[in-house]
């Protein structure tokens, strides 16, 4: 694993400020781990900002929703370690008046960001809707309860607090996806630039997986990372959060987590919305 050719390499890796992601990266960022000679450059910022700087190929390294992945497969590859996948952990799409699925076609709604896979899901269920609004995600919810918005979809650690601020479900979308695909859904997951080497790339693949077991094998430091940057500063809605988003798919994807976003990219394809995939999308294609 060592190799010393890259002992001076230097890396950007973008992640964002959400109990999961901190989680995550804590250990690489703080070189709790082994990091074979590779230098971590941290950039923090919300994910569709994110996926914004991953369009313009800005960062090395950088989590990414999947319904942006679409647009980036000529940049950038998949890493098997760090996605956010699983089950009943989709975006929500809320409000604070009764208001039923038939009506959207007729109501604002505030997303949290044009190429997230919330906006990618709410466009698949909900096609004739009204005027949308981008908004940053930890902002929607107060939209929604000022009435700046009829409705938002909400993402991370809102599916925890918005009922608790007198707001309702309308849908939960990641129920629709999982119903319509069998599969878990595929949120967002940890992309690598192509032209970063391919040993590199497992190196660093193989550095996320060492960061999720350490922030495991030792919660108490990891958590008090997170407490600086997480919006909600509850600590059991963060350990709600990460014990949702970081599961057996973030240390690795197994056959069913890469069956999933197989699906994804299949469905994206025969709705038009991208015409094919580059292959190959993994740097590392995931045991069969």
């Known amino acids: 694993m060592l190799l010393s050719s890259f002992a001076t390499m230097k890396l950007t890796l973008g992640c964002s400020p959400c109990p999961n992601d901190t989680f995550i990266f804590y250990a690489m960022l703080h070189e709790k781990i082994d990091m074979h000679g590779i230098s971590i450059k941290h950039v923090l910022a919300d994910v569709e900002a994110l996926n914004h700087r991953a369009l313009n190929a800005e960062i090395d390294i950088v989590k990414i929703s999947f319904a942006a992945y679409l647009h980036?497969?000529?940049?950038?590859?998949?890493?098997?370690?760090?996605?956010?996948?699983?089950?009943?952990?989709?975006?929500?799409?809320?409000?604070?008046?009764?208001?039923?699925?038939?009506?959207?076609?007729?109501?604002?709604?505030?997303?949290?960001?044009?190429?997230?896979?919330?906006?990618?899901?709410?466009?698949?269920?909900?096609?004739?809707?009204?005027?949308?609004?981008?908004?940053?995600?930890?902002?929607?919810?107060?939209?929604?309860?000022?009435?700046?918005?009829?409705?938002?979809?909400?993402?991370?650690?809102?599916?925890?607090?918005?009922?608790?601020?007198?707001?309702?479900?309308?849908?939960?979308?990641?129920?629709?996806?999982?119903?319509?695909?069998?599969?878990?859904?595929?949120?967002?997951?940890?992309?690598?630039?192509?032209?970063?080497?391919?040993?590199?790339?497992?190196?660093?693949n193989n550095l996320i997986k060492a960061s999720v077991l350490y922030a495991f094998k030792h919660p108490a430091e990891a958590i008090a990372f997170v407490k600086q940057h997480a919006q909600e500063m509850d600590e059991e809605v963060m350990w709600q959060h990460i014990k949702l988003y970081v599961n057996q798919y973030t240390i690795g994807l197994d056959q069913e987590g890469y069956n999933a976003i197989d699906f994804f990219m299949n469905y994206a394809i025969k709705h038009n919305i991208i015409n094919d995939r580059i292959y190959p999308l993994f740097s590392k294609k995931p045991a069969q």
């Open 72 to 204: 980036l497969q000529s940049e950038y590859l998949l890493l098997n370690s760090g996605s956010a996948l699983g089950s009943n952990c989709g975006p929500l799409l809320i409000s604070k008046r009764i208001i039923t699925p038939h009506d959207i076609s007729s109501c604002t709604i505030a997303i949290p960001g044009k190429f997230t896979t919330a906006n990618f899901l709410f466009n698949i269920f909900f096609p004739s809707h009204g005027e949308k609004r981008e908004m940053l995600f930890s902002d929607i919810e107060e939209a929604v309860l000022n009435e700046v918005v009829d409705v938002g979809v909400i993402i991370h650690e809102n599916r925890f607090t918005y009922q608790k601020k007198g707001l309702r479900k309308i849908a939960d979308l990641g129920e629709l996806w999982e119903h319509l695909s069998g599969h878990p859904i595929p949120l967002g997951g940890i992309a690598i630039k192509r032209s970063i080497d391919s040993n590199t790339a497992i190196i660093i």
